[in-house]
């Protein structure tokens, strides 16, 4: 059974700093990229970042350039996402998911993806 439990969320006050996990199994880790994606009420999924386990390339998304790092821990088929200088405009439910990489599809093409796991909240707010 494939799985990606995604945890880490919770409340923070602006500035603060949040660290995700992504969990994975049921899937050769290694030869897929992991996508981090957060969807916040009344609006569209959208992706966060990204990172390709076969060679830990990483994306980020413009809005969390500088303050998000991405990063992934083969031997424990891990990816983690560490949010620094959070925003309200952060505040969304955060997903991971599963892309075999393909030249197809965007980096955060949502139908692209492979697997999906349950997301985690993360509220900004004072």
């Known amino acids: 059974e494939v799985q990606l439990v995604a945890s880490g969320g919770g409340l923070v006050q602006p500035g603060g700093s949040l660290r995700l996990s992504c969990a994975a199994s049921g899937f050769t880790f290694d030869d897929y990229a992991i996508v981090w994606f957060r969807q916040a009420p009344g609006k569209e999924r959208e992706g966060v970042s990204r990172i390709d386990n076969r060679d830990r390339s990483t994306t980020y998304a413009d809005s969390v350039k500088g303050r998000f790092t991405i990063s992934s821990d083969n031997a424990k088929n891990t990816v983690y996402l560490q949010m620094n200088n959070l925003k309200p405009g952060d505040t969304a439910v955060y997903y991971c998911?599963?892309?075999?990489?393909?030249?197809?599809?965007?980096?955060?093409?949502?139908?692209?993806?492979?697997?999906w796991g349950k997301g985690t909240q993360v509220t900004v707010s004072s």
């Open positions: 998911a599963a892309d075999r990489p393909s030249s197809w599809y965007g980096p955060f093409d949502t139908y692209a993806m492979d697997y």
